[in-house]
């Protein structure tokens, strides 16, 4: 501590001599001040971790105090940053100071010594800053594990036993004396002149109060109902929306008037102390009782409700009674320790006290996990909406287990002392199995709103906003989750500020606050980028004179830049320091060498295939005996599709080291080629000129190059022709050649010229082992059915078909 102490005043001098002035000295006196009320209170925290006698309530009321000091401290941490990193760059512009007997120009060394002056004392404070934070960390640190460590102890602690009958008697004077004593302060309240001088002048106010608590208690769920039939007049009938705000409208006029009513009572004056405490925790038992009850008639919707195994109308009454009491047990509960910290009672009158309540509330968890759905089998409308409850029955089924646990380890754990231990799991549990019910409710409302919102109806419950929407509920429960369980807002808070802080990844330190503006900056950049191309995908580039295949590989090339300069500005504006990443990176980048090289090569093959666009969509291409028309091009592969209507994904690489033919590079003029062949003995000039009319008289065949017939040659069947003609349009092809063999067969058939088929010489080798000797005579059916075929062929020639002809020339049988 007296280092402590030099180490200020060592550091509040360099202070004053560097700063200077009466300015300078009033700001250094103010900060002097604060940090002599700093040490005094870490001191003093010092002495009482030490001492570890102090209540839990005294420790809490000293880290709080601690706390703050800790939040200035790590403000000034941060202060003054950029101007301490624009003196350091000024002081680096200037080049290092001469070593040894060197010396620099004058100017430069007064503004030199100018600087560090400057930078001295923007840094002193920090320094002082950044070792009192860390005081004030480790002294907050130590008080939560004084406290969890007492928490833990407690919990463990085992105390009288609620079954052993000497403690009866005496739990039962202390629960009648307590009562006697409440009822004796409201009897002498009311018999004083100040509680009846408090009730006439405020008699007209508790008068109104008392009206609209029983108004609202009466008529509230009525008027629920009547709010309704007016909203449902907005739309949304059918989705489930507004009967979901009408049954939260039925909680929550009922639980202003009891409000009301409260607030009516507290004005007369005649509660006593006892009174008054009970009196304050009556809008939160009204609060539970309302809660669970709605929690009760939401799960009756739900269980009526497609795509959910439907409970029978017996089993949701069952269910309804058993939360209810559920919700009475928690309230009393609430008053054991309530009574516990009025009366001030022992640890066996609270044990007896409290023993029935954990029991009834664990055979009502016993009960609770009897309740089963129906095994009913979903029709096919619901087969969808089954299979999308599959993951919540699993849910259920853990549930349930849970609770058979429960149900027979807390009534035990209490008989045998350990009522603490029992208490914090059973109704921690019922909180918990309460606060999942409600997390399926709201995702449903959720859901349903934006079903109602979007059009998609039931659709929207197979989406991916219900995922979502589930998760995020899920992630705002967890606090709400470990203070049902025993954790302290302090040690939530404490959790806040250590993420606020942010944690280091290979240099880069990432906070909450610079990841959500990374994640906001990014994505108005990529929304951008897509609004821009649009754009130029829809108004500019169809106006321009550029094909669809170079529109294509502009804008994306323009959504590739710009989601590059979106992640960039993105990593510039949240603040992060990638320079220390420069090691990893290198590793990386021999990873991806390695590892990764087809994936990289196919990336540098799509950018060149943007770039250099040997390929381009739309284009008729041929690529390893794959024929199609290319869809889409990528930045990893290319997708064709063929003229089967499928796709083909080929990657980029492929396309670039592979051989590829496209048919409409540039342009879309192509050649067709018609072969045909005549009889023998045809008049090929004849020939020729037909067929140079048919190609002639077809559209889709350019005048300017002109068609062609060429004479192929003598074939082994007929003459061999073929029509060459230069089509406008090449994807016309088949059309053109089907259009043009019509106009060939209609004139040949008109001029009387023959199209010949392939005719074959038989030969037939050893002709004579086809004259077989008869077989001897039988009587057997199947033997003369097997003679027919000799006889037959002893009696006529043998006559084949083309069937039996050989594939080639010359072939012989």
């Known amino acids: ?127 002082v800053s950044e070792e009192a934070y860390s005081r004030a960390n480790g002294l907050i640190s130590e008080i939560d594990q004084i406290i969890r460590h007492r928490q833990t102890k407690e919990l463990l602690e085992r105390g009288p036993s609620p079954l052993n009958p000497t403690y009866w008697a005496p739990a039962w004077v202390d629960v009648k004396e307590a009562a006697r004593g409440l009822i004796n302060e409201i009897t002498e309240n009311l018999r004083t002149d100040v509680a009846r001088e408090q009730m006439r002048e405020r008699g007209l106010g508790i008068f109104v109060l008392l009206v609209i608590s029983a108004v609202l208690l009466i008529f509230g769920r009525h008027w ?174 853990f549930l349930r287990r849970a609770l058979f646990l429960l149900g027979i380890a807390t009534p035990a754990l209490a008989a045998f002392g350990y009522t603490n231990a029992a208490e914090a799991i059973v109704f921690p549990a019922v909180k918990t199995l309460v606060l999942i019910a409600a997390l399926v409710i709201f995702q449903r409302f959720i859901t349903q709103v934006y079903g109602w919102i979007t059009g998609q109806g039931e659709a929207v419950w197979d989406s991916l906003f219900s995922v979502l929407v589930g998760f995020a509920l899920a992630i705002f429960a967890l606090p709400i989750l470990a203070l049902y369980w025993g954790a302290r807002q302090t040690d939530l808070l404490e959790a806040w500020s250590r993420l606020l802080l942010g944690f280091d990844v290979g240099g880069v330190t990432i906070s909450p606050s610079n990841f959500f503006v990374f994640v906001i900056v990014f994505l108005i950049g990529y929304g951008l980028t897509r609004m821009l191309q649009g754009g130029l995908r829809n108004s500019l580039l169809p106006k321009t004179s550029i094909d669809p295949g170079g529109q294509n590989a502009i804008v994306s090339g323009t959504g590739y830049i710009g989601i590059f300069l979106a992640a960039l500005v993105a990593i510039m504006v949240a603040g992060f320091d990638l320079s220390s990443l420069a090691i990893v990176a290198g590793a990386l980048s021999v ?102 009319e048919v190609a002639n008289a077809h559209p889709m065949v350019l005048a300017n190059p002109a068609p062609s017939v060429v004479f192929q040659g003598f074939g082994a069947d007929s003459l061999d022709f073929e029509i060459r003609a230069i089509l406008r349009d090449v994807n016309w092809v088949l059309s053109v050649k089907s259009d043009m063999n019509h106009d060939i067969n209609r004139r040949f058939a008109e001029e009387g010229i023959e199209i010949p088929f392939a005719q074959r010489d038989v030969w037939l080798r050893n002709p004579e082992t086809l004259r077989e000797s008869p077989p001897a005579p039988t009587s057997e059916p199947a033997n003369e059915a097997r003679n027919t075929p000799t006889d037959t062929a002893k009696s006529s020639p043998i006559e084949m078909t083309e069937a039996d002809m050989p594939d080639s020339d010359g072939d012989e049988v």
């Open 1 to 127: 501590m007296l280092r402590q102490v030099r180490l200020f005043f060592a550091l509040v001098s360099v202070c004053l001599a560097v700063l200077g002035g009466p300015v300078a000295a009033q700001l250094t006196d103010r900060q002097s001040e604060y940090y002599q009320g700093w040490i005094s209170t870490a001191d003093r925290a010092e002495a009482v971790i030490e001492a570890n006698r102090a209540s839990n309530a005294a420790l809490e009321n000293l880290r709080s105090e601690i706390n703050e000091y800790r939040e200035d401290f790590n403000r000034a941490r941060g202060a003054n940053t950029e101007r301490i990193q624009t003196l350091e760059s000024q002081l680096k512009a200037l080049g290092p100071e001469p070593e040894g007997d060197a010396t620099e120009p004058e100017d430069i060394a007064t503004i030199r010594a100018h600087l560090e002056e400057q930078l001295n004392s923007l840094r002193v404070p920090r320094v």
């Open 224 to 397: 629920s109902e009547k709010g309704g039939d007016y909203l449902r007049k907005l739309g949304g009938s059918g989705t489930g929306v507004w009967t979901f705000v009408i049954s939260l409208l039925r909680i929550i006029l009922p639980w202003l008037g009891v409000l009301a009513a409260v607030v009516a009572i507290n004005l007369t004056g005649v509660l006593g102390v006892r009174g008054t405490l009970l009196l304050e925790e009556v809008p939160y038992w009204a609060g539970i009782i309302f809660f669970y009850d709605w929690i009760g008639r939401q799960v009756y919707l739900m269980g009526q409700a497609r795509g959910f195994k439907r409970l029978s109308a017996a089993r949701i009454k069952e269910l309804r009674v058993y939360i209810d009491l559920l919700a009475l047990m928690l309230i009393l509960h609430e008053l054991a320790i309530l009574f516990e910290q009025i009366e001030n009672i022992s640890d066996s009158t609270r044990a007896v006290v409290s023993f029935p309540v954990i029991v009834a509330t664990a055979l009502l968890l016993l009960r609770v996990r009897h309740i089963r759905t129906n095994d009913t089998q979903p029709d096919e409308a619901e087969a969808p909406s089954a299979a999308r409850a599959a993951g919540f029955s699993q849910l259920v089924e």
């Open 591 to 692: 990873g991806i060498g390695f590892g990764l090289q087809t994936i990289v090569s196919n990336f540098v093959s799509g950018i060149i295939l943007l770039v250099e666009r040997p390929i381009s969509k739309g284009d008729w291409i041929d690529v390893n005996g794959m024929m199609g028309y290319v869809r889409d091009i990528s930045v990893r592969s290319t997708r064709i599709e063929t003229f089967d209507r499928t796709d083909v994904i080929v990657p980029n690489s492929d396309l670039i080291s592979g051989v590829v033919t496209n048919y409409t590079r540039g342009n879309t003029i192509g050649r067709v080629i018609v072969p045909v062949g005549v009889a023998y003995g045809t008049d090929t000039k004849l020939v020729e000129k037909i067929l140079g």
